[in-house]
């Protein structure tokens, strides 16, 4: 299957929604699972972690609403604003608005490598972002890219804050933009007026924190960590693979001790037979 990622495949997609025939659901109906999930990627080796039912939360992690809608796959995250640095992002503060019952929204989306926003609201972090006058912007007509000159590698990027009432996720330049050798990128893209959503985290945006999905408390829980540290749960050993021994019967001729008692009677037999002749 592949999903766009440079061309590599995978086996497939673990299904990680709110309907009711998600995995979440089923496990929960049938082995009584939590339904929950904590998800950890890690931005160094590209390791990761993935937790299904109740996880032992680490102390100290934030929490703020999830939002769920009947019949809706996506969750929401009610976000009250971003900023860049101490700057405050224009119109972010309305992203976590739903249109109509279900369009808009603040959501977070795995299956996406970059972030997307509201086209106005991308505009204003684009501005905001490369608002130094030594950086040369270049590229799409997004100018979402600088060029990766020594200028460039001087700016200091500072970090993107998602603001919740409970506390701020905070976003490290590391994982919103993308460097190679020639050029600096935004790892976002702009969102037109016919989205499903206003806005999303993609798997990009998310690393180096331990998150936690909790559906049937409604919260969504985050905490910077260092992935790497989790401990992985071992699985069992296989079982010693089954042997079955058929035994192999005698050749005709050869002794066989199963054979023996029948030889005797009949031997008995002809005796007792030429003793009335």
Not at 34 to 42: E, G, K, N, W
Not at 101 to 125: E, I, K, N, P, W
Not at 241 to 250: A, D, N, Q, R
């Amino acid at each position: 299957m592949d999903l766009g990622y440079g061309g590599s495949s995978v086996d497939g997609v673990l299904a990680l929604g709110a309907r009711p025939y998600g995995l979440l659901a089923q496990l929960n109906a049938s082995l009584g699972l939590a339904r929950a999930f904590s998800l950890c990627y890690d931005s160094g080796n590209q390791r990761g972690a993935l937790l299904i039912g109740d996880a032992d939360v680490p102390p100290g992690m934030a929490s703020t609403r999830l939002g769920l809608l009947p019949n809706v796959s996506r969750y929401f995250l009610n976000v009250s604003g971003m900023r860049v640095g101490s700057s405050v992002v224009g119109n972010s503060s309305g992203l976590a608005a739903l249109v109509n019952g279900t369009q808009g929204g603040f959501t977070v989306d795995t299956a996406m490598l970059y972030s997307g926003f509201r086209r106005d609201v991308f505009d204003a972090m684009v501005l905001l972002l490369f608002a130094d006058a030594s950086l040369t912007q270049t590229g799409s007509q997004d100018k979402a890219c600088v060029v990766n000159d020594e200028a460039a590698r001087k700016v200091y990027f500072p970090p993107i804050l998602i603001e919740f009432a409970e506390g701020n996720f905070t976003v490290l330049p590391e994982n919103y933009m993308v460097v190679n050798e020639t050029t600096q990128c935004f790892g976002a893209v702009a969102l037109d007026a016919n989205a499903t959503q206003s806005a999303f985290l993609g798997t990009m945006w998310i690393r180096d924190q331990f998150l936690t999905f909790d559906f049937t408390r409604k919260a969504f829980s985050f905490q910077p960590m260092n992935c790497t540290t989790l401990t992985p749960i071992a699985a069992p050993p296989p079982p010693p693979p089954l042997v079955l021994t058929v035994p192999t019967p005698p050749d005709k001729g050869a002794y066989s001790p199963s054979r023996l008692p029948c030889t005797l009677i009949l031997l008995l037999l002809a005796l007792l037979l030429n003793s009335f002749a």
